[in-house]
């Protein structure tokens, strides 16, 4: 530290680890807001960039509970970080120059997993990461004859620090992995008599070779290990052992190993084995107990959140097991599903899961009910909604119609729509008052549905607005729509109106006006889309008197309706 130079890239590399612990903190306050992980880095990103290319490689040397440089701590307390990768071997950790934002979020998400919790090893996840400028040197299992531990540890201190010279190298002649062969350490070490352990050396692995190791392991583990230790279990249970807690943890034990490999079907198996078994010995019985026991383990919230982490942003290879696997659970389990269901971003993942929680609404629908008042977010509460409607709650609108008091205009609009499939008068009082809501697409939405209550009251309350006075400062979109909706009724008011509206004839000094209100009939015309309409426009589009405008829009309309009707000639031809 007496080198200004020393002092200088301490203290910088001091403030990298600042920013990155500051990172951290925020990130575990605020984790699930994924999308703003890397605003919480940028600083300790910028930092780091800052730091490579003044000071080249920023090579961190790791320590139980710290990262150094030149032997001093940049953390300036003990964290937990460093553990993680202490405990896997790994001794030194280096960012390059180039070090991206991504490859930096990458990395703390790593250092942030819990192998404990069901995350991979922090070394396979590193693998798996590929992060092209950033590397790491891990021992692992050396052991040399005749020395104690603190003499090893001497001796690994100096194979790493020639593994972290030769990383830095410019040289093509480098090693890429902290693993080399024996030959090569009595060959360029120095004070190295003799080294066992594992040895790999020689080139990078390609992908094709990766993927096939992979489909090999999984083949392996799923047609031959995993059947052969069901099968075991289940022999071990049918033998007459009787120890309730033993058999608890080995069916625990089984229910993590099948999760790890999200193997969903052989854990729906061991529930119908374990069902079989209780019908024979009775509900009372150890077996019902383990079985009772083994649902509870499925449905307890750390199982739950790594399925949510599976339906998260990964497609289902086979979603039917998954449906049957949460089927399977208590009711307790809801909490942890709507906490699961919070940060599922595939919207066919989400759709899965509403579904199985539409089961549990129908037992017990006051968490949904609650869920919905709560929810901050719109899209949950777009899921309530679809749960609440899907398990016919007796007091669904009076719940919906709080939703309607949204600020959102998509859950408002898809509340809207649910409502409309009720049918009922209650539904109805619920849809007529939005006609005079502050929102264009809401007044739309409310009279495009009306109509599937009551025509007859449709069409009054339509017709109502058609000749108020303030129908002339409305929109062209939203007087066309009213049209439309008014002519969707198929009331024989509402045609003769557009047909009396199409036989008048301008004056002098309200052509226009004229032009505008038989355009607006042509559409009603084509709203109500009927054999009887489509002569109508027919004949519009025949009669010479009509302005060009007219016929031209009576022409659109009636190739429309005849499209619906009839379908398309052209096509099946």
């Given at each position: 530290?007496q080198?200004p130079?020393?002092?200088?890239?301490v203290?910088?590399?001091r403030?990298?680890a600042y920013?990155?612990?500051k990172?951290?903190?925020t990130?575990?306050m605020?984790?699930h807001?994924?999308?703003?992980?890397?605003?919480?880095?940028?600083?300790a990103?910028?930092?780091?960039?800052?730091?490579?290319?003044?000071?080249?490689?920023?090579?961190?040397?790791?320590?139980l509970?710290?990262f150094?440089?030149?032997k001093?701590d940049l953390?300036?307390?003990?964290n937990?970080?460093?553990?993680k990768?202490f405990k896997d071997?790994i001794?030194?950790?280096?960012?390059?120059?180039?070090?991206?934002?991504?490859e930096?979020?990458s990395?703390?998400?790593i250092?942030?997993?819990?192998p404990?919790r069901?995350?991979?090893?922090?070394?396979?996840?590193?693998?798996?990461?590929q992060?092209?400028?950033?590397?790491?040197?891990?021992?692992?299992?050396?052991?040399?004859?005749?020395?104690s531990?603190?003499?090893v540890?001497?001796e690994?201190?100096?194979?790493?620090?020639?593994?972290?010279?030769r990383?830095r190298?410019n040289?093509?002649?480098?090693i890429r992995?902290?693993?080399?062969?024996?030959t090569?350490?009595?060959m360029?070490?120095?004070?190295i008599?003799?080294m066992?352990?594992?040895?790999?050396?020689g080139l990078t692995?390609t992908a094709?070779?990766?993927?096939r190791?992979?489909?090999?392991?999984h083949?392996?583990?799923?047609?031959?290990?995993?059947?052969k230790?069901?099968?075991a279990?289940?022999?071990v249970v049918?033998n007459?052992?009787?120890?309730?807690?033993?058999?608890?943890?080995?069916f625990?034990q089984?229910?993590?190993?099948m999760?790890?490999q999200?193997?969903?079907?052989i854990?729906?198996?061991?529930?119908l084995k374990?069902?079989?078994m209780?019908?024979?010995?009775?509900?009372?019985s150890s077996?019902?107990?383990?079985l009772r026991?083994?649902?509870?383990k499925m449905g307890?919230?750390q199982?739950?959140?790594r399925?949510?982490?599976?339906l998260?942003?990964?497609?289902?290879?086979n979603?039917?097991?998954?449906?049957?696997?949460?089927?399977n659970?208590?009711?307790?389990?809801?909490p942890?599903?709507?906490?699961?269901?919070?940060?599922?971003?595939?919207?066919?993942?989400?759709?899965?899961l509403?579904?199985v929680?539409?089961?549990?609404?129908k037992?017990?629908?006051?968490?949904?009910?609650?869920?919905?008042?709560t929810?901050?977010k719109?899209?949950v509460q777009?899921?309530?909604?679809?749960?609440l409607?899907?398990?016919n709650?007796?007091?669904?609108l009076k719940?919906?119609?709080?939703?309607?008091?949204?600020?959102?205009?998509?859950?408002?609009?898809?509340?809207m729509?649910?409502?409309a499939?009720?049918?009922?008068?209650?539904?109805?009082k619920?849809i007529?008052?939005?006609?005079?809501?502050?929102?264009?697409?809401?007044r739309?939405q409310?009279?495009?549905?009306l109509?599937?209550?009551?025509?007859?009251?449709?069409?009054?309350d339509?017709?109502?607005?058609?000749?108020?006075k303030?129908?002339?400062?409305?929109s062209?979109?939203?007087k066309?729509g009213?049209y439309v909706?008014?002519?969707?009724?198929?009331?024989?008011g509402?045609?003769n109106?557009?047909?009396?509206?199409?036989?008048?004839?301008?004056?002098?000094?309200?052509?226009?006006?004229m032009i505008?209100?038989?355009?607006?009939?042509v559409?009603?015309?084509?709203g109500?889309c009927?054999?009887?309409?489509?002569?109508?426009?027919?004949?519009?589009v025949?009669?010479?008197?009509?302005?060009?405008?007219?016929?031209?829009?009576?022409r659109m309309?009636?190739a429309r309706?005849?499209?619906?009707l009839?379908?398309?000639?052209?096509?099946e031809?």
């Open positions: 530290m080198d130079n020393v002092r200088k890239q203290e910088a590399g403030q990298v920013h990155l612990l990172g951290v903190k990130i575990a605020y984790r807001n994924e999308a703003k992980f890397s605003e919480y880095l940028t600083k990103w910028v930092a780091l960039s800052e730091y490579t290319k003044v000071f080249g490689a920023f090579n961190l040397r790791v320590e509970t710290n150094t440089i030149f001093q953390f300036t307390e003990d937990p970080i460093p553990y990768f071997g001794r030194q950790i280096i960012f390059r120059d180039g070090f991206s934002l991504e930096m979020t990395f703390v998400m250092a942030l997993s819990d404990d069901g995350a991979d090893d922090i070394n396979a996840q590193l693998w798996r990461a992060m092209p400028n950033f590397e790491y040197i891990m021992v692992e299992g050396f052991k040399v004859d005749e020395m531990e603190e003499e540890q001497v690994v201190d100096k194979i790493v620090d020639y593994l972290q010279r990383l190298t040289s093509e002649d480098y992995f902290a693993r080399l062969s024996e090569d350490l009595e360029k070490m120095d004070d008599d003799q066992r352990g594992v040895v790999i050396t692995a094709e070779l990766k993927a190791l992979q489909r090999d392991v083949e392996e583990e799923n047609q031959r290990l995993f059947p230790l069901i099968s279990v289940f022999q049918e007459g052992v009787t120890d309730a807690s033993l058999l608890s943890e080995m625990s089984l229910l993590d190993a999760l790890l999200e193997d969903f079907a854990i729906n198996q061991v529930v374990l069902r079989a209780e019908q024979r010995s009775g509900a009372d077996i019902g107990e383990l026991g083994f649902i509870a307890e919230e199982r739950l959140n399925i949510g982490e599976v998260k942003y990964v497609k289902l290879k979603p039917p097991e998954v449906v049957k696997y949460l089927s659970v208590n009711a307790d389990a809801i942890s599903l709507l906490t699961s269901l919070e940060v599922i971003e595939l919207p066919e993942n989400r759709t899965l509403c579904d929680m539409v089961i549990f609404a037992q017990n629908p006051d968490l949904f009910v609650d869920k919905l008042r929810a901050d719109p899209q777009r899921d309530m909604v679809y749960v409607d899907r398990s709650h007796p007091d669904k719940f919906f119609g709080t939703v309607l008091k949204t600020k959102n205009l998509a859950l408002k609009l898809e509340v729509s649910i409502i499939r009720g049918r009922t008068g209650e539904a109805r619920l007529a008052p939005l006609l005079d809501d502050e929102t264009l697409q809401v739309l409310a009279a495009r549905v109509p599937e209550f009551d025509r007859e009251k449709a069409y009054l339509l017709l109502r607005m058609v000749k108020d303030k129908f002339e400062e409305k062209p979109q939203e066309e009213l909706a008014l002519g969707s009724t198929g009331v024989p509402a045609i109106y557009f047909a009396q509206v199409l036989q008048q004839k301008s004056g002098l000094f309200n052509k226009q006006k505008a209100e038989k355009t607006l009939a559409a009603g015309l084509g109500a009927t054999i009887q309409t489509a002569k109508l426009l027919q004949e519009a025949e009669d010479k008197a009509q302005p060009a405008e007219v016929t031209q829009a009576a309309h009636l309706v005849r499209k619906q009839f379908g398309n000639p052209e096509k031809a």
